[in-house]
């Protein structure tokens, strides 16, 4: 009898997808078939098989690669706490250096090699001359020959989460994102690379974001949000000058990936599907997909005007494709075939929440007799679901379960209103509504009940508002290292950017809002509980604190209320070893047959 466990925690997903600047080389990150996500690597051409470059104990991520290919940037940390730590790798030897220290402190954000590679560019909230965490984030330049560190410039805030310094094409300038006025706003502002006076040269209002990339030596292209709107916009360095190329409702930009020649592309959504557009100028035109998958995500640029991307929906793994100029696809990477991976495809699921906003999400239903329904919420809440490959989702679907996977309001995709109307009422508001409108849709649909809700992070927190807050509909919850009291989750957490990204989205500190955030906590409201909890979490979660987790399992245990605990030693946010995403499926399979049978309990 085949292991769906097993099978679902190794199917292949793909990630951290880079191109060497001649074309020569494509990198990739990929978790399922190793007990830790590892980096790989094959011809652009298909002149040799796709290699394994890493077999560590802790997962890989690429930050840079050399021109060339023959070295890589990466960036690992201990159990996934997110405390990353540099290396470089040889491509040939498979040979890692470490650059930084192996710690648990502090966050370094981002890395890129010099022009001339004798150096790398990385920022920190951290000063390695005392050995002292920072107030904000410092601009750090690190000899590849003498490992002598140099600081080049120093912030008292946080920079972008995900973004770190960016090299000019000439090597001159590092592009660095800042969030100096408020909580979810950035700034741009150029550092030379000798040394010198930070510039601010784009800010466009303390909270409107802006995500951007060098076009060339003298231009930056960037999404953002402005006047109320997404927009797609070039910053010309030489003048100052800012050209508006597109906005919504015509164009919902999300990002900009630099081409080769003068076009670059424009990663924008279409709702909840990703999209690519050329941009040369003001004209745009869509990116043709001839994959044969229904999405297609470019990663990086070829030197031939093609690109190297993704190749997605939920048939099947993703694939890593070459795709030339004239539109053509050739596979660089695909997962073999296992005919025990019975994929179901999504069906495109729309209602309205209670305040009249459309909502969209996707639906997921068993090819037999159906069990009961699980809302799988995603994290963010500033991200969105699509239609491709989630193996617990997959998996539930494989037991028989149907799985909505909601895009509630706050997620991206829908524009910048739909985005931003989290913020309205903050966590905890209209959009768990949103939610429990999806879950009634779906019941109305023909899905049966029992219900339970799922997720990681923000899906961890809307799964424990479920349980107490909807306990009249919601029969079982797994939340996985989610938000069990707001003020906790605020002062817990290791991330100078989480705590911001809290006050973004709460409109300030718990000290300064206690009442928001004790209504929107779901430990406030324990004693509605009549449903079943299995609790996951990390225990080096960095991002959502294990406290969340040590109390709710105290006032549960003093309340009388049953729950299950999944604890991690080896895991930080979510879980992503092999074997522990095989123990999570398995265990919740178990939670969510018993759930279901034994039902509510009396209230």
């Given at each position: 009898?085949?292991?769906?466990?097993?099978?679902?925690?190794?199917v292949?997903q793909?990630?951290?997808i880079?191109?060497s600047a001649?074309?020569k080389w494509?990198?990739?990150?990929?978790?399922g078939?190793d007990?830790?996500?590892?980096l790989?690597c094959a011809p652009?051409d298909g002149s040799?098989?796709p290699r394994?470059l890493?077999g560590?104990r802790?997962h890989?991520?690429?930050?840079?690669?050399?021109p060339?290919?023959?070295?890589?940037?990466?960036?690992q940390?201990?159990?996934a706490?997110?405390?990353d730590?540099?290396?470089?790798?040889?491509?040939e030897?498979?040979t890692l250096?470490q650059?930084?220290?192996?710690?648990d402190t502090?966050y370094v954000y981002?890395?890129?090699?010099?022009a001339?590679?004798t150096a790398?560019?990385f920022?920190a909230d951290?000063?390695f001359?005392t050995?002292?965490?920072?107030?904000g984030?410092w601009?750090w330049k690190?000899d590849?020959?003498?490992?002598t560190?140099?600081?080049l410039a120093r912030?008292d805030?946080?920079p972008?989460?995900?973004?770190g310094?960016?090299l000019?094409?000439?090597?001159?300038q590092l592009?660095?994102?800042?969030?100096?006025?408020a909580p979810?706003g950035?700034q741009l502002?150029?550092?030379p690379?000798?040394?010198?006076a930070?510039?601010?040269?784009?800010d466009l209002?303390?909270r409107n974001?802006?995500?951007?990339?060098?076009?060339?030596?003298?231009?930056?292209?960037f999404a953002c949000?402005?006047?109320?709107?997404?927009?797609l916009?070039v910053?010309?360095?030489?003048?100052g000058?800012?050209?508006w190329?597109a906005?919504?409702p015509q164009?919902?930009?999300?990002a900009?990936l630099t081409?080769?020649?003068?076009?670059?592309?424009?990663i924008?959504?279409?709702?909840s599907?990703t999209?690519?557009?050329l941009?040369?100028?003001?004209?745009?035109?869509p990116l043709e997909?001839?994959s044969?998958?229904?999405s297609?995500l470019p990663h990086?640029a070829l030197p031939d005007?093609?690109w190297?991307?993704?190749?997605?929906d939920?048939d099947?793994p993703?694939d890593?494709?070459a795709?030339?100029?004239d539109?053509?696809?050739?596979?660089i990477?695909r997962?073999?075939?296992?005919?025990a991976?019975?994929?179901?495809?999504?069906?495109?699921?729309?209602?309205t929440?209670?305040d009249g906003?459309?909502?969209?999400?996707w639906?997921y239903?068993?090819d037999?007799p159906?069990k009961?329904?699980i809302g799988?919420?995603?994290?963010?809440?500033t991200?969105?679901s699509?239609d491709?490959?989630?193996p617990k989702?997959q998996?539930?679907v494989s037991?028989?379960?149907a799985?909505l996977d909601p895009?509630?309001r706050?997620?991206?995709?829908?524009?910048?209103?739909?985005?931003?109307a989290?913020k309205?009422d903050?966590w905890?508001?209209?959009?768990q509504?949103?939610i429990?409108?999806g879950?009634e849709?779906?019941?109305?649909a023909?899905?049966?009940?029992?219900v339970?809700?799922?997720?990681?992070?923000?899906?961890?927190?809307?799964s424990?508002?479920?349980?107490?807050?909807h306990a009249?509909?919601?029969?079982?919850?797994i939340?996985?290292c989610?938000?069990?009291?707001?003020?906790?989750?605020?002062h817990?957490?290791?991330?100078?950017?989480g705590?911001a990204y809290?006050?973004e989205m709460?409109?300030g500190t718990?000290?300064?809002f206690?009442?928001?955030y004790?209504?929107?906590?779901p430990g406030r409201?324990?004693?509605?509980?009549?449903?079943h909890?299995?609790i996951?979490?990390g225990?080096?979660?960095?991002?959502v604190g294990p406290?969340?987790?040590?109390?709710?399992?105290?006032?549960l245990?003093?309340?009388?209320?049953?729950?299950?605990?999944?604890?991690?030693a080896?895991?930080g946010?979510?879980?992503?070893?092999?074997?522990n995403?095989e123990?999570?499926?398995?265990?919740s399979?178990?939670?969510?047959?018993?759930?279901?049978?034994d039902?509510m309990?009396?209230?």
């Amino acid at each position: 009898m085949t292991d769906l466990a097993a099978l679902w925690a190794s199917v292949p997903q793909l990630s951290n997808i880079h191109a060497s600047a001649d074309g020569k080389w494509a990198f990739w990150c990929l978790a399922g078939p190793d007990e830790t996500e590892n980096l790989w690597c094959a011809p652009v051409d298909g002149s040799a098989p796709p290699r394994r470059l890493t077999g560590g104990r802790d997962h890989f991520h690429i930050r840079d690669v050399a021109p060339d290919g023959s070295r890589l940037l990466l960036a690992q940390s201990l159990n996934a706490n997110e405390h990353d730590h540099l290396l470089i790798l040889d491509r040939e030897t498979s040979t890692l250096t470490q650059l930084t220290p192996i710690q648990d402190t502090h966050y370094v954000y981002g890395g890129a090699f010099s022009a001339d590679q004798t150096a790398v560019f990385f920022l920190a909230d951290y000063d390695f001359a005392t050995g002292q965490v920072t107030q904000g984030a410092w601009l750090w330049k690190q000899d590849l020959v003498t490992g002598t560190r140099t600081c080049l410039a120093r912030a008292d805030s946080p920079p972008h989460f995900y973004v770190g310094p960016l090299l000019s094409p000439d090597g001159t300038q590092l592009l660095w994102h800042r969030s100096d006025r408020a909580p979810g706003g950035y700034q741009l502002w150029l550092v030379p690379v000798g040394g010198g006076a930070a510039e601010k040269v784009l800010d466009l209002g303390e909270r409107n974001n802006a995500l951007a990339v060098w076009l060339d030596a003298d231009r930056i292209g960037f999404a953002c949000d402005h006047e109320g709107r997404d927009k797609l916009g070039v910053l010309t360095l030489s003048t100052g000058a800012v050209d508006w190329v597109a906005e919504e409702p015509q164009l919902f930009p999300h990002a900009v990936l630099t081409g080769t020649g003068q076009e670059f592309l424009c990663i924008h959504h279409a709702e909840s599907q990703t999209r690519a557009a050329l941009v040369r100028g003001q004209d745009i035109r869509p990116l043709e997909n001839r994959s044969g998958r229904r999405s297609l995500l470019p990663h990086a640029a070829l030197p031939d005007g093609g690109w190297l991307a993704e190749a997605y929906d939920a048939d099947a793994p993703h694939d890593l494709v070459a795709v030339a100029a004239d539109g053509s696809c050739r596979v660089i990477w695909r997962a073999d075939p296992e005919p025990a991976h019975r994929h179901v495809a999504p069906r495109d699921f729309r209602w309205t929440a209670p305040d009249g906003r459309a909502m969209q999400g996707w639906l997921y239903r068993p090819d037999g007799p159906c069990k009961g329904l699980i809302g799988y919420v995603h994290g963010g809440p500033t991200w969105h679901s699509e239609d491709w490959v989630n193996p617990k989702i997959q998996f539930w679907v494989s037991q028989g379960y149907a799985v909505l996977d909601p895009n509630y309001r706050g997620s991206t995709g829908f524009g910048y209103a739909h985005r931003e109307a989290v913020k309205e009422d903050g966590w905890g508001g209209r959009e768990q509504a949103d939610i429990r409108a999806g879950l009634e849709a779906a019941l109305a649909a023909g899905i049966p009940g029992p219900v339970a809700v799922a997720g990681n992070s923000y899906g961890g927190f809307s799964s424990w508002f479920a349980i107490t807050r909807h306990a009249d509909l919601v029969t079982a919850a797994i939340p996985m290292c989610g938000m069990y009291r707001l003020d906790i989750d605020y002062h817990e957490t290791e991330m100078p950017h989480g705590r911001a990204y809290s006050e973004e989205m709460m409109g300030g500190t718990p000290e300064e809002f206690p009442e928001k955030y004790a209504n929107a906590s779901p430990g406030r409201f324990i004693d509605r509980i009549r449903g079943h909890v299995m609790i996951v979490h990390g225990l080096a979660d960095s991002n959502v604190g294990p406290e969340n987790t040590h109390t709710a399992v105290r006032e549960l245990t003093a309340a009388g209320i049953p729950h299950e605990v999944m604890l991690f030693a080896d895991e930080g946010h979510g879980v992503f070893r092999r074997r522990n995403v095989e123990a999570y499926l398995r265990a919740s399979a178990v939670f969510l047959d018993r759930a279901f049978h034994d039902g509510m309990r009396p209230a």
